[in-house]
């Protein structure tokens, strides 16, 4: 079984959060936390505020069924690029620059390693 979780619009550049986001794709959902944790990146934060949310949408979505929280894995972990702000500073001359405030979308699944039907 399968479960998803998504942050959108979070406000901070993919690039950044896509390296925090590839230390714990494929890990054990407690060794991913556990790392999140003691990751000292500010990407850090909302990846494993995702992490849990999905953790918490496999538990709920299979509540006759009791799932060992051990065996959870993510499955697939994943950071889009989403709409950016833009926002203009002056510059030399008279000209005005673009600076883009990047935004990002982060997903991640959860999976407990038995095949969906």
Do not use: W, Y
């Amino acid at each position: 079984m399968k479960a998803t979780a998504k942050a959108r619009h979070v406000r901070m550049s993919p690039r950044k959060a896509r390296q925090v986001i590839d230390l714990v794709r494929g890990k054990n959902v407690e060794e991913a936390i556990n790392i999140l944790h003691f990751t000292n990146k500010k990407a850090a934060g909302p990846i494993e505020k995702t992490v849990r949310s999905a953790v918490a949408n496999i538990l709920h979505k299979d509540d006759e069924n009791e799932i060992d929280t051990d065996q959870l894995f993510i499955a697939e972990a994943r950071v889009d690029g989403g709409p950016m702000m833009r926002r203009f500073r002056p510059a030399s001359m008279g000209r005005a620059m673009r600076i883009r405030k990047r935004t990002c979308h982060i997903t991640v699944t959860v999976a407990d390693g038995e095949e969906d039907e």
